[in-house]
């Protein structure tokens, strides 16, 4: 299946001659799923003001403002978990991958049945600037952890899905 993400994304790479903004999704789903950037601006938006990210002390490092962007949630309910029940889907974790290797986790649970599943962004406007065409490209952010580095992640590219065996 990692195969046929990488064929797809690469195909695509080739008719839009121009680097694709992708977000993969693999893993314990019926069949991967590829999301590019424009497909996220058509979902329904949500923001925060700004939100102060700080790292696992507690430490300030960044600040961002004008933040908005579409649910993961949402973009998660569109693919279809490997389950034969839904009392199964809280044994699924889901893995958010930066283009660098940076990987946090949520549970199934986190997402869809609680408030950080209410406020887990993927940025699609930062500051009033396409976040396609800042640095860090599609951004991942969670304002409702308190050290809000540990699930900042920037360059997200992939999103893994797993079913705790």
Same mark, same amino acid.
């Given at each position: 299946?990692?195969?046929?993400?990488? !064929?797809?994304?690469?195909?695509?790479?080739?008719?839009?001659?121009?680097? @694709?903004?992708?977000?993969?999704?693999?893993?314990?789903?019926?069949?991967?799923?590829?999301?590019?950037? =424009?497909?996220?601006? @058509? %979902?329904?938006?949500?923001?925060?003001?700004?939100?102060?990210?700080?790292?696992?002390?507690?430490?300030?490092?960044?600040?961002?403002?004008?933040?908005?962007?579409? !649910?993961?949630?949402?973009?998660?309910?569109?693919?279809?978990?490997?389950?034969?029940?839904?009392?199964? !889907?809280?044994?699924?974790?889901?893995?958010?991958?930066?283009?660098?290797?940076?990987?946090?986790?949520?549970?199934? =649970?986190?997402?869809?049945?609680?408030? =950080?599943?209410?406020?887990? !962004?993927?940025?699609?406007?930062? %500051?009033?600037?396409?976040?396609?065409?800042?640095?860090?490209?599609?951004?991942?952010?969670?304002?409702?952890?308190?050290?809000?580095?540990?699930?900042?992640?920037?360059?997200? @590219?992939?999103?893994?899905?797993?079913?705790?065996?």
């Amino acid at each position: 299946m990692k195969i046929l993400s990488f !064929l797809i994304l690469f195909f695509s790479l080739i008719v839009n001659g121009q680097v @694709s903004k992708s977000i993969s999704i693999t893993g314990d789903i019926t069949k991967p799923v590829i999301i590019n950037f =424009n497909d996220l601006k @058509s %979902d329904q938006k949500h923001s925060v003001d700004s939100l102060v990210i700080y790292n696992h002390k507690m430490d300030y490092k960044s600040f961002l403002k004008k933040i908005s962007g579409v !649910l993961l949630k949402d973009v998660l309910a569109k693919v279809e978990f490997k389950t034969s029940s839904p009392k199964f !889907l809280s044994e699924f974790y889901v893995v958010c991958i930066g283009d660098d290797g940076y990987k946090v986790v949520f549970s199934w =649970n986190e997402i869809f049945n609680s408030g =950080n599943g209410d406020q887990t !962004l993927i940025v699609t406007n930062l %500051d009033g600037t396409d976040a396609s065409q800042l640095k860090e490209n599609i951004i991942l952010v969670t304002p409702t952890d308190r050290a809000t580095g540990r699930r900042y992640v920037k360059n997200l @590219s992939k999103i893994l899905i797993q079913q705790v065996k």
